[in-house]
């Protein structure tokens, strides 16, 4: 599975933005995706997942700082994940990646080291 992110910029306090991610390699249903940050100087951090769960059916999760502010969605005609970041605030500052696995593994999946295959990220930058 290859990964591309776009949509990262610059963006003020209390802004939106929204990123991309498009996959391609693999029949894009079975695969599950999330999103991580890295702020500077910081360790890579989950963001969002949204897990196939077999079937039609995904499950999303978010990490508590991002709850009620980003939104993880999919289109699987598309190819792609997304990310939907609204309120920015400047500690959300960082490099975002996409990164996805194929294949069932159900449940909650915040770990890098539980995603195969990771996109170059894309910087988001809020300003205060």
């Known amino acids: 599975v290859q990964l591309v992110e776009t949509g990262g910029g610059l963006v003020q306090t209390g802004g939106s933005l929204r990123l991309s991610c498009t996959g391609t390699?693999?029949?894009?249903?079975?695969?599950?995706g999330g999103w991580f940050r890295q702020p500077p100087g910081k360790v890579r951090e989950f963001v969002a997942a949204?897990?196939?769960?077999?079937?039609?059916?995904?499950?999303?999760y978010s990490g508590d700082s991002v709850k009620d502010r980003f939104i993880i969605s999919r289109d699987n005609a598309k190819k792609s994940l997304y990310l939907q970041m609204n309120n920015l605030q400047p500690e959300d500052t960082a490099v975002y990646y996409c990164?996805?696995?194929?294949?069932?593994?159900?449940?909650?999946?915040?770990?890098?080291?539980?995603?195969?295959?990771w996109g170059q990220g894309t910087r988001v930058t809020v300003s205060s």
């Open positions: 990164a996805a696995y194929a294949g069932l593994k159900i449940g909650f999946r915040p770990r890098t080291g539980e995603y195969d295959y």
């Open positions: 390699g693999y029949p894009f249903s079975y695969v599950s």
């Open positions: 949204i897990i196939w769960g077999g079937g039609d059916g995904y499950d999303t």
